[in-house]
């Protein structure tokens, strides 16, 4: 019998929009794709907040999150994440206290401090509110006590939140959000998807500072892992230039929808640019079962982490959905 592997596997989804393709098709392969990996025994089912970008359809994220819990019967679903300096705590309280009376223990609030989007946007989210270091670790204090059972006299009380201790997660690409997450003895999830720098030294930073909490008694780390897995090694290398098209448009700030594979998309581009794309994916698992089953093993062992979370942008729906099954085999979940 093969014996089960040291770490689980989840998925975080940007709720891609593919190039000739509607907003609507993105929700419907979203939903189809978290009912996929439900049914290969993955944990969790995330999808992070994003505005203002025309290949991403996420950024009603609560509202999504409730349509793919609706949608599956036993995988968690979450947010990676909501970002916490858009949202009063009040209301992010309320949104996931009310998801979780409909679907409960199987809902997560992952929290990020970044915006989430541009400039201009980040203040029409806000409204010109400024922001200060000390905002985020107050907010999420405050959201933890808004889910945790009231007290006797509390004056704010969310209604539905109080008392369903929706689990928290912090996450983040900097050493900021390892050291909170330490402190207040919450899981921490790592965005090496896109800022795979920092990866071991947060982790490590994480580990050595973290204090037991009601909710969590040792610490628990995911991190964030591009994949893009087909029969062959250079099947998948073909299949990944969509993400390596969507990196250089990132990286050039010109986003747009995600496109069709293109037949030596790297070799196009130049030593900067292939340079500078290697080092956004520094931590992605590109390749045929063999090359997955090791990389992914390799990752989990060089970092110790509880769960890989999986980034699978595929332009083909059928081609991703095989992707996903080509790593469960891997990890033989």
């Not at 997955?292 to 890989?308: F, I, M, P, R, S």
Request: hydrophobic letters at 45%.
């Amino acid at each position: 019998m093969t014996p089960k592997p040291s770490f689980a596997l989840s998925m975080l989804d940007l709720v891609a929009v593919r190039e000739g393709a509607s907003v609507a098709q993105a929700l419907a392969t979203a939903l189809q794709t978290a009912q996929h990996a439900e049914r290969l025994g993955f944990s969790r089912y995330w999808v992070a907040e994003h505005h203002n970008m025309q290949g991403i359809a996420s950024s009603a994220t609560a509202v999504l999150v409730g349509y793919l819990a609706g949608g599956t019967e036993r995988i968690r679903v979450g947010s990676g994440g909501i970002m916490l300096p858009n949202h009063a705590p009040l209301v992010v309280a309320e949104a996931f206290g009310t998801l979780a009376e409909l679907y409960p223990d199987r809902i997560d609030l992952g929290l990020g401090r970044a915006p989430g989007t541009d400039r201009d946007t980040m203040r029409a989210l806000r409204r010109d509110r400024p922001e200060t270091e000390e905002d985020f670790p107050r907010d999420v204090a405050e959201l933890q006590r808004l889910l945790a059972p009231a007290t006797v006299g509390q004056r704010m009380v969310a209604m539905p939140g109080a008392g369903t201790q929706v689990p928290i997660w912090l996450l983040g690409s900097s050493l900021f959000s390892a050291q909170l997450a330490a402190q207040r003895g919450l899981p921490f999830a790592f965005a090496s998807h896109f800022a795979p720098r920092l990866l071991h030294q947060a982790v490590d930073l994480y580990r050595r500072l973290f204090q037991a909490s009601e909710q969590l008694a040792q610490p628990y780390v995911v991190i964030g892992v591009p994949l893009v897995a087909a029969p062959t090694d250079a099947e998948a290398e073909f299949l990944a230039s969509s993400v390596y098209q969507r990196v250089l448009g990132i990286l050039r700030g010109d986003r747009r929808r995600l496109q069709a594979p293109v037949e030596g998309f790297m070799a196009q581009c130049s030593a900067q640019e292939r340079a500078a794309i290697a080092d956004f994916l520094g931590a992605a698992v590109v390749g045929g079962p063999d090359t997955v089953k090791a990389q992914l093993h390799d990752l989990a062992q060089a970092t110790g982490a509880d769960e890989l979370m999986l980034v699978c942008d595929v332009f083909e729906v059928p081609h991703r959905l095989r992707a996903l099954e080509i790593a469960a085999q891997a990890a033989s979940i």
